[in-house]
């Protein structure tokens, strides 16, 4: 039995067609190379069809620094336990494929900004400008709303801040695998990583399942939201798990959305930002909640 589970960010309501044909679009070209090439190829098709619509804050499309740039984050992991991450990378076209050289070609867990770039351009991925006009307005109306630099520019933006699109898969042969990508928030201080780069905050899989999270990056890394979820897994179901999390994350501060799989296929999505884009799909079924 094969299961895919998608997030398109969590935060302010996103209910128009377009949003929703995005998530669905991301499930089904996942979902193709589920049973034929695993997990790990799954989630990495629903993450890069997701970076390539400007409609989410990933890849194309990304949400621009103070500095009017995108700098991208983005992660991968198997329950084989392999990670490989990127954080601060400005000029890919998707940051979750140099996620994934960095876990297969490199002693490394996560690499950075500029040497990140370097490696990019080492392996062939040619440089490419992810930004876009409405996120250039974006940044114009963050700033009109603040000064030019928020020290907790993140608490002052609330909903709207949140943005990031993951997805976990689990395969035939029981092997689970998560990619998580983002761009961060509007007007974020150049060289903000938030939890998405980092392994068992926005990202985390094992043998007892795996997990993805959106919304206040600090907050769901200060819990390591993540790695409690799919440990947790070990001994109650997914939904359990993932609904109590979520709730609690609320009691500390944190706006925040969370899916996830456990070792037995269950599936699971909890929120308590005002809205959450997802869907999932198990055997060829469809279902969407965006």
């Not at 990019?120 to 440089?127: D, E, S």
């Not at 980092?198 to 919304?215: E, V």
């Amino acid at each position: 039995m094969c299961q895919l589970i998608v997030h398109g960010g969590a935060g302010k309501v996103r209910n128009s067609r377009s949003y929703r044909e995005g998530v669905e679009e991301a499930l089904r070209r996942g979902f193709a190379v589920l049973e034929k090439e695993g997990a790990l190829e799954a989630v990495m098709a629903a993450v890069l069809s997701l970076e390539e619509n400007p409609l989410f804050n990933c890849g194309t499309g990304s949400a621009l620094n103070l500095d009017g740039e995108a700098e991208m984050d983005a992660s991968v992991m198997t329950s084989e336990d392999r990670f490989g991450a990127v954080g601060s990378v400005k000029r890919v076209e998707h940051p979750i494929l140099l996620a994934k050289r960095v876990m297969e070609e490199t002693d490394h867990l996560l690499i950075v900004g500029d040497g990140a770039e370097r490696l990019a351009r080492f392996w062939g991925y040619p440089l490419y400008d992810p930004v876009i006009e409405s996120r250039r307005d974006e940044l114009e109306d963050v700033k009109r709303k603040g000064s030019a630099f928020l020290p907790k520019l993140h608490s002052f933006l609330g909903e709207e801040a949140k943005g990031t699109v993951g997805a976990v898969a689990r395969d035939r042969m029981g092997r689970i695998a998560v990619a998580t990508s983002t761009g961060g928030y509007a007007a974020k201080a150049p060289g903000r990583i938030g939890d998405s780069a980092i392994l068992g905050a926005g990202t985390y899989a094992s043998r007892w399942g795996g997990a993805s999270a959106t919304g206040h990056g600090e907050q769901i890394w200060r819990q390591l939201l993540c790695f409690e979820a799919v440990e947790e897994m070990r001994l109650h179901p997914a939904g359990e798990v993932i609904s109590r999390l979520v709730r609690e994350a609320k009691e500390q501060g944190c706006s925040c959305g969370l899916i996830g799989i456990d070792w037995r296929g269950r599936m699971a999505q909890a929120f308590n930002a005002e809205a959450m884009l997802w869907g999932t799909i198990e055997n060829g079924q469809l279902t969407l909640d965006a």
